[in-house]
């Protein structure tokens, strides 16, 4: 399993509140991201992490904050979470031979 | 925009048959592609493939890469229920962060 977890691994809340998932890592891989997984949609990159405080947008950032304050965590945000953003939350590392092992998911619920 | 196309959507067959699975694609910066198994869970790894015409083998499992014609296939010989799956594929481009674009997946179900 590459040594990811994420927390937590389900959550419901309301729109307009803030929401953090955590992704932790214990295996000091430098490379994390983030991706959310819909329907018709596939799995889609919303922001990664090239190092501690080193991070990057990806492809549906928009409404998605990040921090990597240390190595083994990375934090992402929905400041103010909306029904669109109901999804399942997928954290990856990039491990041995440049390949992305992911993390179990967090289904998110957003009513 | 990168686009990485997977054909067919879903596919239906009994055990024992075998399937191919298709993956276009259309990046900047290629660097690898990578297939994935998914059953209702966080995809697992199973092929990164780099270089064209050399088959990447796993059990009934296998794949190929043609660099040329921007395409691989997944072939699973002898299916079994437990190849129900959705299988994705995805590519890995260049330039720092190689980051991963995704297919849509195929959706396998293998009745017994």
């Known amino acids: 399993d590459a040594g990811i977890t994420q927390s937590p691994r389900h959550k419901v809340t309301e729109t307009g509140t803030p929401v953090t998932l955590r992704c932790h890592q214990t295996e000091n891989h430098r490379y994390m991201y983030w991706y959310r997984q819909d329907p018709g949609h596939g799995l889609r990159l919303i922001h990664y992490s090239y190092g501690v405080k080193d991070t990057d947008k990806g492809e549906v950032s928009d409404g998605y904050s990040v921090s990597r304050s240390k190595t083994e965590d990375f934090l992402l945000t929905l400041e103010s979470a909306t029904s669109s953003q109901t999804s399942v939350y997928f954290c990856a590392i990039r491990g041995g031979s440049e390949t992305q092992y992911f993390g179990p998911g967090t289904r998110l619920l957003v009513l | 925009e990168d686009k990485v196309v997977q054909s067919p959507l879903s596919l239906v067959v009994h055990e024992g048959d075998t399937v191919t699975l298709n993956c276009s694609y259309e990046v900047t910066n290629f660097r690898s592609l990578l297939w994935y198994k998914q059953e209702k869970k966080a995809p697992t790894f199973l092929f990164m493939l780099t270089s064209s015409g050399i088959e990447k083998k796993s059990g009934r499992l296998s794949s190929i890469l043609d660099k040329k014609e921007l395409f691989s296939i997944l072939n699973i010989t002898a299916t079994q229920t437990g190849d129900s799956a959705v299988y994705l594929c995805?590519?890995?481009?260049?330039?720092?962060?190689?980051?991963?674009?995704f297919g849509k997946g195929t959706k396998l179900t293998v009745n017994p």
């Open positions: 995805a590519v890995q481009t260049q330039g720092g962060s190689e980051k991963l674009v």
